[in-house]
């Protein structure tokens, strides 16, 4: 795996949110199953545990078997229908994977829908807690249950399911990624305003304009929200409110407490003695 392909394990973990929109549905079929003219509003991985099943979607056909994961996208039409003679043995999430706050993760990559899992025992294992932990019923489960169980899992699909990043809006969601790279390394550089422009080949105003697209926030109050974020981190291992402004690329700590009251909507002095 080469370091195109780790694009997304470069960025750091508050920039990739995932968000399961309905718990997780562990299912074992002895009997006959199957999935007539359905359309998902979300994404749903489908990892199988035992089994096998043949999923039409869009009017590709994939055969799903134990050990493998089937991730189908929205608004595709779907039908499947139980192949094996052995029960049906499978997990499926319903989700979406966001770059930033609102970026559709799998917009940036191309990848096959259909993988087999590199470890199937490492496989089994999560899944076989997530039934564990949804054994209660849908009202007693939390996102905070399963969710990091699956991130494992669909991190697992992704490593294997990754073909290239999508050419599709390239040049411009790429030197969004970069900047943000770029500016969690060097938030306190007074000159990093200009080394990002370096990267652009637009003027500013459009530059920021893009950003906000990918981000939901303007370049400036990216970098304000990354230095508020070191700020926040030095108060809490007890720095001063000098030191903390220094931590956060200030020289003047006046100055600092004003922007940090403004992001945070407490002094820094407040906030240190919250702690």
Known sequence: MGEEKLFYRNLPYRHIILDLTMPPFPQENGEEWNISNRTMNDYDLFVCEQGSALFTIGGENYRLKAGMGLLVPP???????KTSLEPLRMVAQHFMLYLFQSTDFFSHI????LVCFPSPSLLFTLTDEIRRLTERGWEAWSPLDTGPLFMVILREFIDAAYRE????????SHMVLEMIRIIDGEFTDPLLLDRLMENSPYGYSHTSNLFREY????LKSFIIERRMEAGKDALM??????????AAGYEDGLYFSRIFKKYTGTSPRDFRNRI
């Open 110 to 113: 191309k990848y096959d829908p």
């Open 75 to 81: 608004d595709c039409l779907v039908n499947a229908r």
């Open 237 to 246: 291992r007890g720095l001063s409110v000098s030191e903390s402004a220094e």
């Open 215 to 218: 981000t939901g926030r303007s």
């Open 165 to 172: 990043r999508d050419v599709r809006e390239e040049r411009k």
